[in-house]
């Protein structure tokens, strides 16, 4: 059963940054499209971003666009959710998931196939 390896979380004060990274095996990597999603205390899993199995297209919630961004290095099996202009309500625990790449980019928890256990974020005011 393929796992992945979240990295990256922490505490930072709102308009800082946090780098997220996932790891994952290369048999995994070299055919999944890889997505991340959040859970705040008492709210659903919600789709954060994704992107395609080459890394040249990329899929981001409205409320992030512009200040997060999605990348994949396929040298590392890695990918890295950039996040920049942090807001408290970004808190969560943020979570790395992976999906056998069918050509399409997925928002719902359900169409993917692997996660990771988590990674905590925490935006202070």
């Known amino acids: 059963q393929e796992q992945l390896m979240e990295t990256g979380g922490g505490l930072v004060q709102a308009g800082g940054s946090l780098r997220l990274s996932c790891a994952a095996s290369?048999?995994?990597?070299?055919?999944?499209?890889m997505g991340w999603f959040r859970q705040a205390p008492g709210k659903e899993r919600e789709f954060v971003a994704a992107?395609?199995?080459?890394?040249?297209?990329?899929r981001y919630l409205d409320s992030v666009k512009g200040r997060f961004t999605l990348s994949r290095d396929g040298a590392k099996n890695t990918v890295y959710l950039q996040m920049d202009s942090l807001k408290p309500e970004d808190t969560a625990l943020y979570y790395c998931?992976?999906?056998?790449?069918?050509?399409?980019?997925?928002?719902?928890?359900?169409?993917?196939?692997?996660w990771g256990q988590g990674t905590q974020v925490t935006v202070t005011s």
């Open positions: 998931a992976a999906r056998t790449w069918d050509g399409t980019i997925q928002e719902t928890p359900l169409q993917y196939n692997f």
């Open positions: 290369e048999r995994t990597f070299s055919v999944s499209g």
């Open positions: 992107i395609s199995l080459s890394g040249a297209r990329a």
